[in-house]
């Protein structure tokens, strides 16, 4: 397993941007898949972004196509999460996670190591 910590968020207008980090201690990061997730207020968790171990393939949320963009630098063990044209809707708890390779990648369930969480609140 490995450990994560996320960063980034906070207090942001509608319409503006942040950057999430996420960093991982550990030896195996460079060989997980690393997703990102977000739980608002009275909802359920949901899958927000993922990225495989090489960083070449990413997968996304259709409500987060074309506003957030994964990315990973395996060097620093760091995954970021950036965020675009934030709505009121995008409210939530940030979290990132980390799973084995090769299993399906928008089930929680399948990640077995979380952070704690950043909160994002957009403000209309």
């Known amino acids: 397993q490995v450990q994560l910590v996320e960063s980034g968020g906070g207090l942001v207008q509608a319409g503006g941007s942040l950057r999430l980090s996420c960093a991982a201690s550990?030896?195996?990061?460079?060989?997980?898949?690393m997703g990102w997730f977000r739980q608002a207020p009275g909802k359920e968790r949901e899958f927000v972004a993922a990225?495989?171990?090489?960083?070449?393939?990413?997968y996304y949320a259709d409500s987060v196509k074309g506003r957030f963009t994964i990315s990973r630098d395996n060097a620093k063990n760091t995954v970021y999460l950036q965020i675009t044209s934030l709505k009121p809707e995008d409210t939530a708890v940030y979290y990132c996670?980390?799973?084995?390779?090769?299993?399906?990648?928008?089930?929680?369930?399948?990640?077995?190591?979380w952070g704690q969480g950043t909160q994002v609140t957009v403000s209309s």
């Open positions: 990225i495989g171990w090489r960083g070449g393939s990413a």
């Open positions: 996670a980390a799973k084995p390779p090769y299993i399906e990648y928008g089930e929680s369930t399948n990640y077995d190591s």
């Open positions: 550990g030896r195996f990061f460079s060989s997980r898949t």
